[in-house]
Structures are given as structure tokens and as C-alpha cells.
């Protein structure tokens, strides 16, 4: 029987720009958010008794949701004046202003664990003269990916073929939502995580995952017993009672720190994984590479992942599906392509995709429905 290829995805922040804010409208969103929330908790004065009589336990709250939305707020100018969060992560980082960094990954996990769970619903990605279009809670683009990966086994859950993986370089869990959405009781996070893993074994340590965020993922902490739970336990069905109620518990400089490991960046040298990261790439035949712009500041470990230890990475076909998408972008870190199936042995270039209406999917994958998992049935 014909070996199965071995597929990895990268996805940059352009994967779930249907559901996620990116770019120039994410601090946009983070300030159309900022005054939904001080609008919900206004106290009542001398000058304004309009309160409906089932709002006054809003009150109570007030005080710590105005300041998450003051610290979201200065968050949002911090990303306009710096380009992207992640810089002005790395200026923090530079500076030794660990307290900031903490508080600043914090924001970050809530803001867009609230965004997939309630704000998606209200705000346009785009409009013009004739139609606006609204953020979806899930990309539609991950629901037809995971589709064709999820296999039938004899037991009750679905399983994800062993021979792909993912690596992500965003915060949000639009992968995983999708893939909760195709067992037969839809999933939380925590429940996913034990069919198809994305998360550490345990803080900071990473091994044999399916899944790999190298920025963290968001709406996940370390709590007092120093175990790894869901900050907000509804995942992505929140109400704005429960966003609003939650934020007054938690947003306090002792749980600052909580989030620290679980948000990372290119800087913060988890070792355990990348090591699992390269793991993933150095079994990988074919690469696909989906809505990412390979920014300056995470080159060091692109290149560690896409060229590997003492050069061995050698992929059989490279797909970059993104409308920017260029040779010229993957040119910086001279990959090898082996061109196992052409006789004259010249260098492959890699296959530019602009179109993004869905997710590419490889025809290597499709020759033989038949898989060489024992626990499968085959189609």
C-alpha cells in the first residue's frame, strides 16, 4: 500500500479573517467593544436614574469592567502606534515591564475569547453600497477543511487523520470550534482537547500535539491549583450577563499572570514547543501555508520550523494560499522542495494560491480512501 503523505497547515491571522478581527480593524473592534461594555455598566447619578429596575445588578460590577475596558482601550492605541500587538509586546519585553506583558497577554486571551463568544454578532468585516456582510462566529472556510480530515472509527468520536497536522500563529480557536462541531454532542474546548490535542500536557510542555498554537490560544489559564482550565467556561456562546459578570471576577492584577503562559510570542522561547513544533514539520511531505504574512518579527522561528535542524527539512510540494501570497515572501528562507516524481531532478517552486474562497486541500490526499489506521473504517 502507498504510504500516506504527511500534511501540515500554517495558518496566519488572514485563515479566520471571515470570524476574527486582524490588522487595522482589530483595534477597531477592541474600541467598538470598549464602549458596549462602559455603555452596559453606566452607574447611576444624580443625573441619570433611567436605569431599568432588572439592570441594577450591574452596578456592582462597574468599577473593575470600566477598567479591563480603560486597559482594552489603551491596549487598542498601543497597536495603532506600534503596528501590531505583537510589537508592542516585544517593546515590553525589551524594557523588562514584565507586569505590563502579563496584563497585556491577559487582555488579549479575554478579548478574543468575548469576540468569539458574543461580539462577532454585531459587528460588519465589510459593506459597501448594496450588502454588509457580518463577522461569522466560525470562518466557514475551517468547517469544510476539518470535514474532509475527521475520519469514521468503531468507537463514538470521530478521529482527526494522523497523518495531518496544524500550526497556527493566531490567539483564536476558530480550528477547534469547528472540529467540536462535527462529534455528536458538540464539544467544549476542554472535551475536544482529550479527542484531538491542542494544548500542553501541562504549563509550558508540549508533546505529540495535533494542534499547535505558537502564540498561545486564548481563553485558557492557570488556575490557584495550578491546573489548566477555560476562563470562561461557555467557550463560544456567551452571553454579555456572563462576559460582564466574569470580567468583574477575574480582571485583577493577582490573575494577571495566569494567562502569562498560555499567550506566547516568538521571544518567549517555549523550548518544549518548538521542539514539538519542529517535530511536526520534519515528518511534513506537504506544506500549506493559509493567510499568513510571514512578519519580520517571527522570521527567527519560521525559519527554524520551515528549514529545520541542519537543513534537513525537505517537503514535497509547498501551497501558499493567501491574496498577497508571493514566491518572493518564501524566498528568504530558501526551502528545499524535493522533486520526488520529476525525472530531470530541477528545484520545484512552490504553488501561490490567491484565491481564498475555501482552504486548499491537496489531491495527494484523495488517490485511496483507505487508511492505515487500525481503529478507522474505511470509506
Same mark, same amino acid.
Given at each position: 500500500m502507498k504510504k500516506a503523505k504527511k500534511i501540515t497547515y500554517l495558518f496566519g491571522a488572514g485563515a479566520s479573517y471571515n470570524?476574527?478581527?486582524?490588522?487595522?480593524?482589530?483595534?477597531?473592534?477592541?474600541?467598538?467593544?470598549?464602549?458596549?461594555?462602559?455603555?452596559?455598566?453606566?452607574?447611576?447619578?444624580?443625573?441619570?436614574?433611567?436605569?431599568?429596575?432588572?439592570?441594577?445588578?450591574?452596578k456592582d460590577y462597574a468599577t473593575a469592567v470600566n477598567l479591563f475596558s480603560d486597559d482594552l482601550y489603551e491596549l487598542a492605541l498601543k497597536s495603532d502606534e506600534y503596528g501590531t500587538i505583537d510589537t508592542y509586546? %516585544? /517593546? &515590553? $519585553?525589551?524594557?523588562?515591564?514584565?507586569?505590563?506583558?502579563?496584563?497585556? !497577554?491577559f487582555l488579549v486571551s479575554i478579548f478574543f475569547t468575548i469576540w468569539q463568544g458574543y461580539f462577532y454578532k454585531s459587528h460588519?468585516?465589510?459593506?459597501?453600497?448594496?450588502?454588509?456582510?457580518k463577522y461569522s462566529d466560525i470562518d466557514i472556510r475551517y468547517k469544510s477543511l476539518v470535514s474532509n480530515y475527521l475520519l469514521k472509527t468503531q468507537n463514538s468520536f470521530p478521529t482527526l487523520d494522523s497523518n495531518v497536522n496544524f500550526v497556527s500563529w493566531n490567539y483564536d480557536h476558530q480550528l477547534e470550534s469547528a472540529f467540536s462541531l462535527f462529534f455528536k454532542n458538540k464539544l467544549n474546548l476542554t472535551e475536544l482537547n482529550?479527542?484531538?490535542?491542542?494544548?500542553?500536557?501541562?504549563?509550558?510542555?508540549?508533546s505529540n500535539n495535533?494542534?499547535?498554537?505558537?502564540?498561545?490560544?486564548?481563553?485558557?489559564?492557570?488556575?490557584?491549583? %495550578? /491546573? &489548566? $482550565?477555560?476562563?470562561?467556561?461557555?467557550?463560544?456562546?456567551?452571553?454579555? !450577563?456572563?462576559i460582564i459578570k466574569r470580567i468583574?471576577?477575574?480582571?485583577?492584577?493577582?490573575?494577571?499572570?495566569?494567562?502569562?503562559?498560555?499567550?506566547?510570542?516568538?521571544?518567549?522561547?517555549?523550548?518544549s514547543k518548538l521542539k514539538d513544533a519542529k517535530r511536526i514539520f520534519q515528518e511534513?511531505?506537504?506544506?500549506?501555508?493559509?493567510?499568513?504574512?510571514?512578519?519580520?518579527?517571527n522570521r527567527e522561528i519560521d525559519a527554524q520550523l520551515l528549514i529545520g535542524n541542519n537543513n534537513n527539512n525537505k517537503f514535497e510540494k509547498i501551497v501558499y494560499q493567501d491574496p498577497n501570497?508571493?514566491?518572493?515572501?518564501?524566498?528568504?528562507?530558501?526551502?528545499?522542495?524535493?522533486?520526488?516524481?520529476?525525472?530531470?531532478k530541477e528545484k520545484k517552486e512552490p504553488i501561490i494560491l490567491q484565491n481564498t474562497d475555501q482552504f486548499h486541500i491537496p489531491a495527494e490526499y484523495f488517490p485511496s480512501a483507505i487508511r492505515e489506521n487500525d481503529n478507522t473504517i474505511t470509506f
Open positions: 470570524a476574527v478581527p486582524i490588522l487595522n480593524s482589530l483595534s477597531e473592534s477592541m474600541r467598538s467593544v470598549v464602549v458596549f461594555l462602559k455603555t452596559e455598566v453606566r452607574k447611576p447619578n444624580s443625573r441619570n436614574r433611567n436605569f431599568k429596575e432588572a439592570d441594577w445588578w450591574l509586546a %516585544k /517593546k &515590553l $519585553e525589551l524594557n523588562n515591564e514584565h507586569q505590563e506583558l502579563k496584563k497585556m !497577554k460588519i468585516l465589510k459593506q459597501d453600497e448594496s450588502s454588509r456582510i482529550d479527542q484531538i490535542k491542542f494544548l500542553p500536557t501541562s504549563e509550558n510542555v508540549y495535533k494542534i499547535l498554537h505558537l502564540n498561545g490560544i486564548s481563553n485558557f489559564w492557570i488556575n490557584n491549583n %495550578k /491546573k &489548566l $482550565e477555560r476562563i470562561f467556561q461557555d467557550d463560544d456562546e456567551l452571553e454579555i !450577563k456572563t468583574a471576577q477575574l480582571y485583577k492584577p493577582s490573575n494577571f499572570g495566569k494567562s502569562a503562559s498560555l499567550i506566547n510570542y516568538a521571544w518567549d522561547n517555549n523550548l511534513t511531505d506537504i506544506l500549506i501555508i493559509i493567510g499568513y504574512s510571514f512578519p519580520t518579527f501570497a508571493s514566491k518572493e515572501l518564501l524566498s528568504v528562507f530558501d526551502l528545499d522542495i524535493e522533486a520526488t516524481r520529476n525525472i530531470y
